[in-house]
């Protein structure tokens, strides 16, 4: 599969990478791929209920 020239290491910190770089048809499920993107989505939620509990609505 050819990429984009010149983006090296960047290509990690894609989610598509870990949604589609193992090819998950051809050899079946990869699951580092989906620890990473758990936790990726598990580290936005934290991030965002924080900030949503920090608002101050009377303002």
Do not use: C, K
Not at 41 to 58: G, M, Q, V
């Amino acid at each position: 599969m050819a990429g984009p020239t010149g983006v090296g290491g960047l290509r990690y910190l894609s989610p598509f990478h870990y949604y589609d770089g193992g090819e998950p048809l051809r050899h079946g499920f990869q699951w580092a791929h989906l620890a990473a993107l758990a936790g990726a989505t598990a580290l936005l939620l934290a991030i965002a209920a924080r900030a949503f509990n920090r608002r101050d609505p009377t303002s």
